[in-house]
């Protein structure tokens, strides 16, 4: 059986990534086969590596990762009728079956979308997880109206690289904070506000937002509340599993009734503050969507919305570039190539 090369994360902590060789995956009745051109490493990649998510995302070990890809298609499962042998593709894996740091991958389709002519394999990899994950924020759960503002803090990753210009087309008025150094590059990016994340004080001078996308959590969050108008709204990527998200995707999660019942006792610090302060709160993490990804590409294409890339490592060091992207000083996409 033909085998390819997986990376992949024998135990959970800061180790190594081991380099696997496995056999190319068969695609079932609705997926296809993707040949990998391209991969992004996302910090999530190394969440699951160091076992921060095991108690969503349990793994078996050795376990693959890597969420965002973009390749060719090789071969189509039996029911496969809206792709063909030969199209460029690009998506994010769903949850409970990633492995983009990869030769092959094999994906349902509905979680990919063709990858726009004017876009490079590089490209269309450095989209997927960061710019589903902003819109799922902003559209979906912030609701974002023209006129309306909202804060990014830490604009100048992955995420704020693409969140901010994506909140200025839904016609928001954006602030965030950085370091100095990278003041201009996010105002080239759209951001209306750009304040000095080293000043504790900046932000309570500024006027309370009518939402507030937080990717930071911590301390940082619990200050968010206070940064709100009453009944606004505050969706936040690194906190625990709520009432909502538990009610919503507590199924998809497998979460089972003692799970459920520590995350909601874990966050209720988060509850009561949002029920004090009359605020609309959510955690999420982003879902696969290939249709989303499509709507997406539009938008991006059509408001012109830049796609930052920082660095691109070959393949073979897949493991410098997760290292990269742990270091904390990535700005913009690092991005794998084939």
Known sequence: MPKMTSFMFDRYGKHPFAKHQVAIPTPAAN?????????????????????DLRFL?????PAATGHDFAGVVTAVGTN??????GQRVFGKLEDWHIGSFADFVC?????????????????????????????????????????????IPGGSGGIGSIAIPMAKA????VTTTASPKNFARLQQLGADVVLDYHDGHALSTQPQFDAIFDTRGGDDLLASFALIKPNGRLVS?????????????????HLNGLKRVLLKLVSAKHTRLARKQHIWYRFMLAKSSGKQLQIIAALMQARHIPITIDRKFDFEDTQAALDYVESGHAQGKVVIIH
């Open 31 to 51: 997926e296809v086969l993707v040949q990998i051109k391209a991969a992004s490493v996302n910090p999530v990649d190394i969440k699951k590596r160091n076992g």
């Open 107 to 151: 994906v349902n389709t509905k979680y990919i979308a063709e990858i726009p002519t004017a876009w490079s394999f590089e490209q269309a990899a450095a989209v997927p997880l960061v710019a589903l994950t902003s819109y799922q924020a902003l559209h979906d759960n912030l609701q974002l109206k023209p006129g309306q503002s909202v804060l």
């Open 57 to 61: 995302l349990p793994e078996k070990h």
């Open 80 to 85: 496969v009728t809206d792709f063909t042998v």
């Open 170 to 173: 839904l016609g928001a008025r």
């Open 237 to 253: 990527l690194n906190a625990i599993p709520e009432a909502r998200f538990i009610a919503d995707q507590g199924a998809y999660y």
